[in-house]
């Protein structure tokens, strides 16, 4: 009988082992996920503005004086088109202006859920008993996503 109990403790905490080790790589996946889709939209972001600027550039060319004060005036776009009513009728300004508001809140959603990933995953880390079986497999902590200093800023788009 004291056999069968034996083999019992041993299969649950077998189990236990199993289960808990593969929860923590289904999360630290899941990390490094939501951290690749953090890249794609800084990805995304350093690719689009370069082409959206161009575009509007293109269409603008006659607009050279407009263009020239503009360049001279405030560096952040959303101050640029108060400034300049004329440039808001322009369809590739407002386009130019809605793909980078579009951009940023996309970067934001992606730094959000790094960010939730990042705690389920730490707080998992951290739960005991788990938290035996995460050391023993050197499951550490992962930090969460903070903005370099300046980072949080835009890149100004410079015509």
């Given at each position: ?22 929860g923590f790589v289904n999360r ?46 405030l560096g952040r776009l959303i ?5 300049y009513p004329d440039l808001k ?71």
């Open positions: 009988m004291k056999k069968w109990i034996w083999i019992g403790v041993v299969a649950v905490v077998a189990i236990f082992f199993y289960a808990t080790y593969n630290e996946e899941g990390l490094k996920s939501a951290w690749s889709n953090v890249e794609t939209q800084y990805q995304r972001r350093a690719d689009l503005i370069p082409n959206l600027v161009n575009t509007v550039k293109g269409y603008a060319a006659h607009e050279t004086q407009t263009l020239n004060e503009v360049r001279s005036a101050a640029v088109s108060e400034s009728a322009n369809q590739n300004f407002l386009e130019l202006q809605a793909q980078l508001e579009g951009t940023e809140n996309r970067i934001a959603v992606a730094r959000k859920d790094f960010n939730a990933a990042a705690q389920q995953y730490n707080v998992s880390v951290r739960r005991f008993p788990a938290n035996l079986v995460a050391r023993m497999f050197g499951f550490g902590q992962k930090p969460y996503f903070e903005s370099a200093e300046g980072a949080a800023a835009a890149p100004q788009v410079t015509f």
